[in-house]
Structure formats: structure tokens, C-alpha cells
């Protein structure tokens, strides 16, 4: 029984080790972590950045709401899709924002069963990142049915038209595969905040604060008996999200894979996706990590240590995303299928092959950088290249949905698509609601997991008598 | 002060090491219903207050099991009974084509189940519990480490259990009211 129940972390890991960064800065004890932490939320004055920042992604916002009123004022004709592509740039979006989602799962859940102590600073921003993205990803599969407000009969319930869905489709599997993601990812996120927002609860100066979140803590008092459960589900929802997150992505490959059309029909897309899902969260990850930690002062917690490994899971999985497009090419050619074989020339020389360029500079050529210590170790650097992989792995999902789909078997049902500003607008504007909400957490909620953090110190060790 | 209207004692530590000793201290003196309050998870608490396994896996299991059958179930009754629809040509119970959301269903009420069942157990939500009432207490979730002997344990005794937890070197030994 011990052995499961063992501390999450190695207290050990917090002191400096032999020459790599430590995972918090020396010096720290369980009262400096819990206000510095702490503070963010409940003393210090809200910065002018956040107001600056807060605002223009709220306007974003308002763009998405304006894009998506016009949408079902007068439907789908307002964006490029058409027959043949009639997939667009709402499903490219709804891949690409679930992918990033799932670094936040495997963050949180794969990292703490593999004990990895770094994880315990990033984790709770990265599970928020992982709700946000999975929120703006599920808008657009509803708004592109065409009649968003019967959306509902998506799912198996009793009514009066006698009619049931269809469970051999894969686009009813991705129904059950993301709401159940949203749902778990949901729980977990709220679960590792239960003991952080009793202690916000306990520092509130304000009677509204201690209300609200004494109201969220539940009664939260660190009892042992409560603890013990305590761990015991966290480390069960872990166990459960780890085949979660590895699904939900095999699902949305299924999307594409269950159908015949060149291009998509192939086995590799599962494993390809789920890495590349990973590649495009942890570059997301970075992204938001460098600025949040220079703004808010959080070196000591978010060393070097978490955006060099950061850095090496993002090599690692390019790799394997990299792995994805040769094979994709060799197939094609070793198929002998003149369809397929036909796909890999039009993308790297058809009307999109920019595109395709662009997206194997991004994702394969510029990453290959990561193999340095000096630019793993550059911060401006590695904020730079997670951009880019930002913008490869949409690219990927463009190339994807839009390549295969305009150059099916027949020539005479060719066409080609082009994204009208709806389609941008409702795009920008997820970017838009993806960071107000992010901004929001930022604001009222404890960024870093402070028990968490504790049990890494170096003094939460029970010494042996 | 009669020991019915007290709800225990609490002694305050500084560091997890004397709350795990005084746990094991008074476990060997004969205490039995008490708690230990920790800002964080400490496992050596666990078992130093000499407390059982929980039964949570064994719900998660169950809850996990429902989701399962009843994911495919459903599947089967829609595809098979009431619904019943030639795809294909493909036969009606296409059982591999319900993997993916039996799987979901699974997972999703493994998870519920988990969720739900650690804070039935724990009793929570619970807004009010007498330790609050301690005004140091609001310390358990920043850096102190409070250890509360219940009243309701027979061997209880205002007079001799606040000896006792002195003994142990607490920085304060506070009365909670009931």
C-alpha cells in the first residue's frame, strides 16, 4: 500500500543537483511559497499589463461574438467552405486547439506518474491552458453544423422524432471523446485547486474573497484522513487521463482516417497525431510560460530547468511528427495507389504548396535548433521557436483538411478554398477568448499549485528518528 | 469546562516531523479518535495515526465498470433494437465500432466516480467544522501543523490530554469549542 501512497515528489529534487537547474530556487520555505504565490491573487496590485492585455483579448472576444452572431444569422455561406472543401478552417481550428490542450493533460498526469518533480510549477497553468483551448476547440465542430441551436441531437437521448445517433461514425465518437475530455479535465483541474483555494480562503482580507472562496474550498482542512483520500483520487484521475488524453486525439484522427479519401485513409494518423497534439501543447506552454513568469517575477519557480525540459519534449516530439510526414510520403509512393501517390506532389507542388513549406520550416527544419544548450537555454530564443511550431502545427491542419479535400478522385469535382474574413474573424477571435479566460485565471485563481510546490521544499521531508 | 461541550485539543507544530511524532506519540498513548491538520499531503501522518485503507479504488473500480456496460449497452440497444439501420451492409452489432465511445463512457464515469466519492468520504462539501473556530488554525494551509485530540475519545480527559500534548512540544495548545 505504501508504494502507491508515496509522497509525489522527491523532496530531494528541490535542492540544486549536480549542475542542472533546480526546479525552485534555494532559499524558499512553505510560508515564502505560499505568499509569494498567493499574493499574485490576493495583495498585490493588478498590473497596467493585465488591464492592456485583459482588454484587447476582451475585443478579440467581441469579434468572435460578432462573427458567430452574423454565422447563425445567416450560416455556414459566410465562410470559403464548399464543395469540395467542406471542412475548412473550422475543423482545421478545432484540431489544432484540441491538440494544444492535450500538453496540459500530459502535463499533469502523465508527468506526475512518472514523478517528474519539475511538472508541480507548470501543471496548474498548463491544466487551465488545457480547459481554455478545449473550450474554443469545442465551438467550432457546433457553430459548423450548420444549425448550431439543434446541436443537441448530437447526443443519445429520448425524443419524439424516434431517431437515435449513429454510433458507427467517428464524428459521434469525437462527441463523446470531447465532452468526456472537457468533463475529466474539468475535474482534475478543480480537484489539485481544492487545497489551494482554502488556503486563499485563509489569507483573504476581503469578506467577499473568503466567501467566494471559502464557498469553492468546499470546507477543505488538510486533515491526514482527507489527504490520504486526497491523493489517492489524484493519483487515480491521473491514471485515468493518461489513456484519456491518448484517446481523445486518436478519436480526432479518426475523423480523418475512417474515411477514404486520399491523404487521410492511413494508419499512421493516430500515433502522428497525439504527437503532434503533444509538439503543438508544449509549444503553447512555453509560449505562455516565458512572459507570465517574467511578468509576475516567477524565475523562482519556473527555472531554466522547466523550459529547457520543455524544450527537449518539444524536440522529441517534432521528431516524431517529423517521422509522421516521411512516412505519410512513403506510403503513398509504396502503396502504388496513383490517389495517394498523388497527394504528396500536389501538396508539395500544388496550389498550397506554400503552405506545405511553410509548415516543414516550422515544425521539422527550425525546431532541429533545440538540439543546441545554447538556444535551450535562450530564453527569447525559445520563446521565438514556440511561436513558429504555434504556427507549423496549424499549418499542419490546414495542409491536412484543405490539400486532401480539394483533389479528390474525380478532376471534375476539383476546387480550391480560400478563407473569407468570417473565417479569420471567428478564428482571431478564439485567440481572443482563449487568453481573456486565460487572463482571468491569472487574476483570481493561484497560477502555481502552492501544496503542490510545499511538498517539493526541502524542509516538507519527515526525517527518520 | 466539561469535555461535552468542547469539541478537543489542538497543539500547533512547526515542521512535519514533530506533528508525525506527536501522531505516533499519542496513537501509542491510547488516543484514538483524532486528526492531524497539514498544509500539504505528509504520508508518514497516514499511518502514524494508525488509520485504515480507503475504500476509493473499490469505487472508482465500480463506477468505472457501470460506465463500461452501460456506454456499450446503449450502443447495442440504439444500433441493434431501436434504431436499427443497414450501413453498408455492415451487421448491426458492429461491436468494434462501439469501442471508442464504450471506452469514453468508462473513463468518464471512472472519473465521476473517483471525484464524487473522495469528497462523500472526506464529507465535504462541509462549510463549518469546529476546528475553525481556532483562530491560529487559518495557519494549517500556509506553514503550521495542528494535531486535535477529539473529545469524543474515551480516554479523554481535559485536564490530563492537555498534560499529555504538552509533553510533546507544540508551540500552543488551544481548547476547540464544539
Given at each position: 500500500m505504501s508504494d502507491s501512497l508515496q509522497p509525489i515528489e522527491d523532496p530531494n529534487q528541490a535542492v540544486v543537483g549536480a549542475g542542472r537547474p533546480p526546479v525552485i530556487a534555494p532559499g524558499h520555505t512553505f510560508s515564502t511559497v505560499t505568499d509569494k504565490i498567493s499574493s499574485i491573487v490576493l495583495n498585490r496590485k493588478t498590473p497596467l499589463?493585465?488591464?492592456?492585455?485583459?482588454?484587447?483579448?476582451?475585443?478579440?472576444?467581441?469579434?468572435?461574438?460578432?462573427a458567430l452572431t452574423y454565422l447563425i444569422f445567416k450560416g455556414v455561406g459566410i465562410w470559403g467552405v464548399n464543395i469540395p472543401v467542406g471542412w475548412g478552417f473550422a475543423i482545421v481550428n478545432f484540431v489544432w486547439w484540441i491538440g494544444i490542450g492535450h500538453a496540459g493533460t500530459l502535463i499533469s498526469a502523465i508527468l506526475l506518474?512518472?514523478?517528474?518533480?519539475w511538472r508541480t510549477s507548470i501543471n496548474r497553468f498548463a491544466e487551465a491552458m488545457t480547459l481554455f483551448a478545449v473550450a474554443c476547440a469545442g465551438i467550432f465542430p457546433v457553430v459548423h453544423t450548420g444549425r448550431p441551436w439543434l446541436a443537441y441531437w448530437l447526443f443519445p437521448y429520448p425524443n419524439t422524432m424516434d431517431i437515435w445517433p449513429q454510433f458507427r461514425s467517428p464524428l459521434i465518437w469525437d462527441v463523446f471523446a470531447v465532452s468526456t475530455y472537457a468533463t475529466v479535465s474539468l475535474l482534475f483541474w478543480f480537484v489539485g485547486l481544492i487545497p489551494d483555494l482554502a488556503t486563499l480562503r485563509d489569507r483573504s482580507q476581503s469578506k467577499v474573497g473568503r466567501v467566494i472562496y471559502g464557498m469553492l474550498a468546499m470546507g477543505w482542512r488538510g486533515s491526514a484522513h482527507h489527504w490520504h483520500r486526497y491523493e489517492t483520487a489524484y493519483l487515480l484521475l491521473a491514471g485515468l487521463a493518461t489513456p484519456?488524453?491518448?484517446?481523445?486525439?486518436?478519436?480526432v484522427s479518426f475523423d480523418f482516417a475512417v474515411g477514404i479519401v486520399p491523404g487521410w485513409h492511413t494508419t499512421i494518423f493516430p500515433p502522428y497525431f497525439v504527437a503532434g497534439a503533444i509538439y503543438s501543447g508544449f509549444a503553447m506552454v512555453m509560449t505562455l510560460a516565458i512572459p507570465i513568469r517574467a511578468v509576475y517575477g516567477l524565475e523562482d519557480f519556473i527555472t531554466m530547468r522547466h523550459l529547457q525540459n520543455m524544450a527537449k519534449v518539444m524536440l522529441v516530439t517534432g521528431l516524431i511528427v517529423a517521422y509522421g510526414y516521411a512516412t505519410e510520403m512513403f506510403i503513398a509512393w509504396y502503396s502504388g495507389d496513383k490517389y495517394e501517390g498523388f497527394v504528396p506532389m500536389n501538396r508539395m507542388f500544388g496550389p498550397y504548396a506554400v503552405a506545405y513549406w511553410s509548415l516543414i520550416l516550422c515544425n521539422v527544419i527550425i525546431p532541429q535548433l533545440l538540439w543546441f544548450k545554447k538556444i535551450r537555454t535562450n530564453v527569447p530564443t525559445l520563446f521565438i521557436i514556440s511561436l513558429i511550431?504555434?504556427?507549423?502545427?496549424?499549418?499542419?491542419?490546414?495542409?491536412?483538411?484543405?490539400?486532401?479535400?480539394?483533389?479528390d478522385f474525380l478532376p471534375s469535382s476539383w476546387g480550391?478554398?480560400?478563407?473569407?474574413?468570417?473565417?479569420?474573424?471567428?478564428?482571431?477571435?478564439?485567440?481572443?477568448?482563449?487568453?481573456?479566460?486565460?487572463?482571468?485565471?491569472?487574476?483570481?485563481?493561484?497560477?502555481?499549485?502552492?501544496?503542490?510546490?510545499?511538498?517539493?521544499?526541502?524542509?516538507?521531508?519527515?526525517?527518520?528518528? | 469546562m466539561k469535555s461535552s461541550v468542547i469539541y478537543g485539543l489542538m497543539a500547533e507544530f512547526d515542521d512535519p516531523t514533530s506533528l508525525v511524532t506527536a501522531a505516533e506519540r499519542a496513537h501509542r498513548e491510547g488516543y484514538r479518535s483524532m486528526d492531524a491538520y497539514s498544509p500539504f499531503p505528509i504520508e508518514e501522518l497516514h499511518h502514524a495515526l494508525g488509520s485504515k485503507h480507503t475504500r476509493l479504488p473499490l469505487i472508482v473500480l465500480i463506477g468505472g465498470l457501470i460506465g463500461c456496460i452501460g456506454g456499450y449497452a446503449l450502443e447495442y440497444w440504439v444500433s441493434v433494437i431501436a434504431y436499427p439501420i443497414n450501413i453498408g451492409g455492415k451487421p448491426l452489432h458492429s461491436w468494434p465500432a462501439f469501442i471508442p465511445v464504450t471506452f469514453e463512457c468508462t473513463i468518464l464515469a471512472a472519473a465521476l466516480s473517483c471525484v464524487l466519492g473522495m469528497l462523500a468520504l472526506n464529507g465535504l462539501p462541509m462549510p463549518y467544522h469546529p476546528v475553525f473556530s481556532v483562530p491560529r488554525f487559518a495557519l494549517a494551509s500556509r506553514n503550521r501543523f495542528f494535531l486535535c485530540i477529539e473529545s469524543k475519545d474515551p480516554k479523554f480527559d481535559i485536564e490530563e490530554t492537555r498534560r499529555f500534548l504538552e509533553t510533546l512540544n507544540p508551540r500552543e495548545v488551544s481548547t476547540v469549542a464544539d
Open positions: 499589463g493585465w488591464y492592456l492585455g485583459f482588454g484587447a483579448a476582451l475585443m478579440l472576444t467581441l469579434l468572435l461574438l460578432t506518474l512518472l514523478k517528474q518533480t484519456l488524453v491518448v484517446s481523445v486525439h486518436t478519436v511550431v504555434n504556427v507549423g502545427m496549424w499549418l499542419e491542419r490546414f495542409v491536412i483538411v484543405v490539400t486532401s479535400l480539394h483533389r480550391n478554398y480560400a478563407p473569407t474574413f468570417w473565417d479569420w474573424s471567428t478564428f482571431v477571435g478564439t485567440i481572443g477568448l482563449f487568453l481573456a479566460l486565460l487572463f482571468l485565471f491569472l487574476r483570481f485563481l493561484p497560477m502555481i499549485s502552492i501544496a503542490e510546490m510545499r511538498t517539493i521544499l526541502p524542509e516538507a521531508k519527515v526525517s527518520e528518528e | -
